[in-house]
């Protein structure tokens, strides 16, 4: 089974930044799509950017022009970066799948905390 290995959260202030990391263990990670995925308390899992094996990029409106998600296949990790930091960007944020056309996911690591005060 692929293990996701997510860090870099933190505490932040309202308008600072925060770099992500998901490490993922499959030989395969170039040939795959990659999502990061956010659940604030009491909410649910949102999807948040995607990355395709390629480099194509595509956001969430609410995190557009903030967030940047990119990759590196050699390393077998993508990341997020996250500038001016809202407090409503508070949640746990998960690395995974992000393949057209299915729900399909690898199990959910342990996910990063990511505090924004405001």
């Known amino acids: 089974q692929v293990q996701l290995g997510e860090s870099g959260g933190g505490f932040v202030q309202a308008g600072g930044s925060l770099r992500l990391s998901c490490a993922v263990s499959t030989n395969f990670f170039s040939l795959k799509a990659m999502g990061w995925y956010r659940q604030a308390p009491g909410k649910q899992r949102e999807w948040v950017a995607g990355?395709?094996?390629?480099?194509?990029?595509n956001y969430a409106d609410s995190v557009k022009g903030r967030f940047t998600i990119s990759r590196d296949n050699a390393q077998r990790t993508v990341y997020l970066q996250m500038n001016s930091l809202k407090p409503e960007d508070t949640a746990v944020y998960y690395c995974?799948?992000?393949?057209?056309?299915?729900?399909?996911?690898?199990?959910w690591g342990q996910g990063t905390q990511v505090t924004v005060s405001s």
């Open positions: 995974n799948l992000d393949q057209a056309g299915t729900s399909y996911r690898w199990n």
């Open positions: 990355i395709s094996g390629s480099g194509s990029t």
